[in-house]
């Protein structure tokens, strides 16, 4: 069975703290993907990763950075937290090519930042 | 900005009721995929319809997609109470590596 898991489901931050969400897949996929999700906006695409240290910005990079030193772990970094990020965020996966395109997701994980 | 807007934003039908949500988009598309996400959840993939597809069925699931009217819609038939959950559209592009860009959802509530 296809598993990706995120290291908390809730998590609280103070502003200005650097906080580390991890994600990590068993399924041997090679692109990753960082979510946010507000309501009423859907979900909005952080970063992505095609392969171990490379990474690409999606639509709202600003205040986020990612690093991918290992095919099933694709981490988002807040370097200052702010209360704007208070959001939930998830990860997904996919496997390349071949017309496989759907994306497994993570439970998610609810951040509060205070 | 979204690729894809559902409709209706929330949905209430009684339990055995048919329940459909519409989803439409702007841009040439190479697939359409539907997601749930119970509450405070993941999203768990249902079912994709590729751009040469009209529809697809997948148990009590049927989806349409009209890619002249840029439009996709979801049936869930004899709806349980399991089925309460928020369903996205998203439409994907020509590699698993591109972005897939989701809608903000219809929640559907369904009624005992």
């Known amino acids: 069975d296809v598993k990706v898991t995120q290291s908390s489901r809730y998590l609280v931050k103070r502003t200005g703290e650097k906080v580390f969400l991890e994600c990590v897949q068993d399924?041997?996929?090679?692109?990753m993907f960082w979510y946010r999700q507000d309501p009423g906006l859907g979900l909005r695409l952080i970063y992505f990763s095609y392969d171990v240290k490379m990474k690409e910005k999606g639509d709202i990079p600003e205040g986020y950075s990612v690093s991918r030193e290992k095919k099933e772990r694709f981490s988002l970094i807040l370097e200052s937290a702010s209360t704007n990020q208070t959001s939930m965020y998830l990860c997904?996966?996919?496997?390349?090519?071949?017309?496989?395109?759907?994306?497994?997701f993570g439970p998610g994980t609810r951040l509060t930042v205070t | 900005s979204q690729q894809g807007e559902e409709d209706p934003q929330a949905l209430s039908i009684q339990e055995g009721e048919n329940a459909t949500m519409n989803c439409s988009y702007k841009t040439s598309i190479n697939n359409l995929q539907w997601y749930r996400q119970n509450s405070g959840r993941g999203l768990v993939h249902l079912i994709l319809i590729r751009s040469n597809e009209r529809e697809k069925h997948s148990g009590r699931l049927r989806v349409t997609l009209d890619t002249s009217k840029k439009s996709s819609s979801l049936l869930i038939t004899a709806s349980r109470a399991a089925d309460t959950a928020s369903y996205f559209c998203a439409t994907g592009g020509y590699s698993s590596a591109s972005k897939i860009i989701f809608g903000s959802g219809t929640r559907l509530s369904i009624r005992p």
């Open positions: 399924m041997d996929h090679e692109n």
């Open positions: 997904a996966s996919s496997p390349p090519g071949t017309g496989v395109f759907e994306q497994y």
